[in-house]
Nanobody, 119 residues
Framework: QVQLVESEGGLLQAGDSLRLSCAASGRSFSNYFMGWFRQAPGKEREFVASIRWAGGSTSYADSMKGRFTISRDTANNTVYLIISTLKPEDTAIYYC????????????WGQGTQVTVSS
């Protein structure tokens, strides 16, 4: 049974940095892309970044380039998302997800973690 468990986000100040982690278990992810998504209040869920488990190649949404960094620790089956210089508009629920490299949609999702940024 695949499980993706995000770390707690929390309440932060604008300008802070945050590292979210996603502990992945239940299968080998060597043929998977791991992604981060977010959903702000009243908005649709949007793609933030992804990383291929094997090799570590990354992809970012255009609007996320620069302040967001995705990485993974294969030894500990963990994926990270670092957000630097947080802004109030980063307030959202952040989700970790996984998709097989042959699929176009993400099949596995974490429960999400709330990140709130105050100005």
């Amino acid at each position: 049974q695949v499980q993706l468990v995000e770390s707690e986000g929390g309440l932060l100040q604008a300008g802070d940095s945050l590292r979210l982690s996603c502990a992945a278990s239940g299968r080998s992810f060597s043929n998977y892309f791991m992604g981060w998504f977010r959903q702000a209040p009243g908005k649709e869920r949007e793609f933030v970044a992804s990383i291929r488990w094997a090799g570590g190649s990354t992809s970012y949404a255009d609007s996320m380039k620069g302040r967001f960094t995705i990485s993974r620790d294969t030894a500990n089956n963990t994926v990270y998302l670092i957000i630097s210089t947080l802004k109030p508009e980063d307030t959202a629920i952040y989700y970790c997800a996984a998709r097989h490299f042959l699929q176009t949609s993400y099949a596995y999702w974490g429960q999400g973690t709330q990140v709130t940024v105050s100005s």
